[in-house]
């Protein structure tokens, strides 16, 4: 955990709501790209620990015999059962209300267990040493998220960009220069290597794949402000009483920056990096 910050319950409240519209998609090809490196039967289960509202989860289960998503957020789990009614999911998904590190046996065995930009929130020592002893033989977790380092300028397409930057400094204008999360705050962001983290915890890798990104999105104001109602920094509740004067200015920010009501903006590539329960040649790697 990040020194001098634990987490709490108020971490994404109010957020899961916003979550699906606001948040950018995973890059197109992503389950296609772990069906042919993972090589699942069908036949399989994967837990997906924090699930948020079942992205990743919803994403791969046609993958899998069974998926549980695993998230402490109320509003998060309503929403992953939500959106496996409309997929038609629901039978073969589980939902459960909880904390990674207190995840036990009970949840069973997994082929596969996915983080989807969620591991920098977790005790990730902990976790990584819980989900091991969830894998079976040969099972791997896996661990996506944006490509970080790329750009992603509209040059060519017909909106403006995203004022990002601009949406940044409003959101510190309001909240202060140091990153809220929950009711704490984190001068020095959240932790990184998380490769030391998972090869302590015994895990094998990592092979790394990215999953080309770069196809148009147009993004209306609701989404760019469902966007920043999606974010732990920026969560509904951190304004309080001057929710309303954010949004206001938030919205007037986006009518200076496209009167139209509409951006342009590309999908991130998705980075993602395979780690495996079991060193290479171990018995029953399945690789």
Not at 62 to 73: I, S, T
Request: aromatic share 8%; proline share 7%.
């Amino acid at each position: 955990m990040v020194a001098d910050w634990e987490w709490d319950e108020t971490l994404f409240a109010g957020t899961a709501a916003y979550y699906r519209r606001g948040r950018l998609p995973y890059a197109p090809g992503l389950a296609d790209m772990l069906d042919d490196v993972l090589e699942p039967d069908g036949q399989g289960r994967l837990v997906d620990v924090g699930c948020g509202p079942g992205t990743i989860a919803l994403t791969l289960a046609h993958l899998f015999a069974e998926v549980v998503g695993v998230d402490p957020d109320r509003g998060m789990i309503e929403e992953a059962r939500r959106g496996a009614a409309e997929s038609g999911m629901t039978g073969k998904t589980r939902w459960v209300r909880c904390r990674a590190e207190e995840m036990s046996s009970d949840l069973g065995t997994f082929t596969v267990a996915t983080f989807g930009q969620s591991f920098h929130w977790m005790d990730r020592g902990l976790v990584a040493g819980t989900v091991r002893g969830l894998l079976r033989p040969g099972g791997a977790l896996v661990h996506v998220s944006d490509e970080k380092t790329e750009s992603r300028d509209v040059d060519g397409l017909p909106h403006p960009a995203v004022p990002y930057t601009a949406i940044e400094e409003l959101i510190k204008h309001y909240l202060g220069p140091v990153r809220r999360a929950g009711r704490g705050r984190l001068p020095e962001g959240t932790p990184g290597n998380e490769a030391a983290v998972l090869t302590r915890a015994g895990f094998a890798g990592p092979r790394r794949h990215v999953v080309p990104g770069g196809q148009p999105l147009e993004r209306t104001h609701d989404d760019v402000v469902a966007w920043a109602h999606s974010m732990s920094f920026s969560a509904p509740h951190l304004f309080g009483a001057r929710r309303g004067d954010f949004e206001g200015n938030l919205r007037r920010l986006l009518e200076r920056a496209s009167p139209s009501g509409v951006f342009s903006e590309r999908v991130p590539s998705t980075e993602v990096f395979v780690w495996w329960r079991d060193p290479p040649g171990a018995s029953g790697s399945g690789r």
